[in-house]
C-alpha cells in the first residue's frame, strides 16, 4: 500500500500554478512542488491543514490509500 497524493490535479481543476498555490498556502514552493509530483516523504500537518482549507475540501480528496500493482 501506498499514498498518493493527488494535489496536482486538484490544482490543475481550479487553473492553480505550483507558485500561485505556494503563495496562498505560505508553503515553500518546493515543498508544493514535491506533492504534486508525488515524491514528498512527509506532509506536515499544518501544511495539510493549510492546503485543505485553500481548497476548501477533506483531507481524503489530497492523500488517497492505493494498492501496490502487481507488475
Known sequence: MYIKI?????????????????????????SISEMCNNTTKRIPIDNLAKI??????DISDILELKKESAE
Request: with cysteine.
Open 6 to 30: 493527488n494535489l496536482d490535479k486538484i490544482l490543475k481543476d481550479k487553473n492553480l500554478s505550483h507558485r500561485e498555490f505556494a503563495r496562498i498556502t505560505g508553503i515553500r514552493h518546493p
Open 52 to 57: 485543505c482549507e485553500a481548497l476548501e475540501c
